[in-house]
């Protein structure tokens, strides 16, 4: 019932790229994904609903591909700003409830 | 920008005691949550709850946890009888629509059990 994510951690230089993945074995109504830096709360990133793409930022970006279930999170000219620990949150239907993927620490040096 | 807020921002409690989390989810927020993260890992699904009754628990909400929205304003979570492996951050959160709305986050408590 949990998403799965990759990786688990990743290491840029400013200026780099980075491509995190959720997937999930069950059809998807929605994947949300999330940035929480130490210790601090979780904060929205953005939503992708089933048929459909929604961008959340400038700079980081997100697809879904219904057919895999499966969501990638676009992080493009990395920013120190972009530390912090990834999580898609999976929602299979409108009415039950998100659960979490294992997180993906990204860590941008200068 | 209305935001959820958490009190108290840490908890010690003996183990065997009662202790009772409260949340402040945003005035016009129709669904509310409790998450658990013990440190270093994810983020854990406790509870859900709407229209003044749970409407989804996970495997960890067991007879020792309890929800609450006692005034229309505060969202509780109450554990009866606390556990070492209880420490962990209670994350309340708080969204207009499931599934297709974001959830905000409180700052979370940082529960400590002794």
């Known amino acids: 019932q949990q998403p799965v994510q990759s990786p688990q951690a990743v290491i840029l230089r400013e200026g780099e790229d980075a491509v995190i993945n959720c997937s999930s074995s069950k059809a998807l109504y929605s994947v949300h994904w999330y940035r929480q830096k130490h210790g601090e709360a979780p904060v929205f990133l953005m939503i992708?609903?089933?048929?459909?793409e929604q961008k959340g930022h400038e700079k980081i970006s997100a697809s879904f591909n219904e057919k895999k279930q499966q969501s990638s999170l676009y992080l493009t000219a990395s920013q120190l700003s972009y530390s912090g620990t990834y999580f898609c949150g999976t929602f299979r239907d409108n009415n039950n409830d998100m659960r979490f993927g294992a997180g993906t620490r990204l860590t941008v040096k200068p | 920008e209305p935001e959820v807020t958490q009190t108290p921002s840490h908890q010690v409690t003996q183990m065997g005691q009662e202790v009772i989390l409260r949340c402040v989810p945003i005035s016009n927020h129709l669904y509310f949550y409790w998450y658990r993260q013990i440190l270093g890992q994810k983020v854990e699904f406790l509870v859900s709850f709407y229209n003044n009754e749970i409407s989804e628990k996970s495997e960890i909400f067991d007879d020792q946890f309890s929800v609450e929205r006692p005034d229309g304003s505060n969202f509780t979570l109450k554990i009866r009888s606390t556990k070492l492996e209880d420490s962990a951050m209670y994350f309340c959160?708080?969204?207009?629509?499931?599934?297709?709305?974001?959830?905000?986050f409180g700052d979370g408590t940082r529960l400590s059990i002794l």
């Open positions: 959160a708080s969204t207009r629509g499931q599934g297709w709305q974001p959830q905000h």
């Open positions: 992708l609903l089933k048929g459909g």
